[in-house]
């Protein structure tokens, strides 16, 4: 069983920026591939990056107006056990629930969707006014 905890959401004014952070429990956390997620009122919960326990690698949703990628950057701390979400130049766009999840199973379906994932966390609100 492995625990998953965000923090870091908030309410902030648009061009601020904000870190989210993911903990993790388990004794094989550098293995895991873990991702974030958003979901907005009324809308599909959304890939929106993920970061590879292999090598590090990172994805990034594909273009969608506007592009997280470029002011959205995903990060792991493995001696923490904790993978992170810094969010810059925040729009109101990006007003969501923020979902940490982690791919223990690695089962090879694609870290972009939400079924590679076999552990979510509770989530954390971002709201971004204008």
């Known amino acids: 069983q492995v625990q998953l905890v965000e923090s870091g959401g908030g309410l902030v004014q648009a061009g601020a920026s904000l870190r989210l952070s993911c903990a993790a429990s388990?004794?094989?956390?550098?293995?895991?591939?873990m991702g974030w997620f958003r979901q907005a009122p009324g809308k599909e919960r959304e890939f929106v990056a993920a970061?590879?326990?292999?090598?590090?690698?990172?994805?990034?949703?594909?273009s969608y107006a506007p592009s997280v990628k470029g002011r959205f950057t995903i990060s792991r701390d493995n001696a923490k056990n904790t993978v992170y979400l810094q969010m810059n130049s925040l729009k109101p766009e990006d007003t969501a629930v923020y979902y940490c999840?982690?791919?223990?199973?690695?089962?090879?379906?694609?870290?972009?969707?939400?079924?590679?994932?076999?552990?979510w966390g509770q989530g954390t609100q971002v709201t971004v006014s204008s």
């Open positions: 970061i590879l326990g292999s090598r590090g690698f990172t994805y990034y949703a594909p």
């Open positions: 999840a982690a791919d223990v199973v690695r089962t090879g379906v694609p870290v972009t969707s939400d079924m590679a994932y076999d552990y």
């Open positions: 388990g004794r094989t956390f550098s293995s895991y591939n």
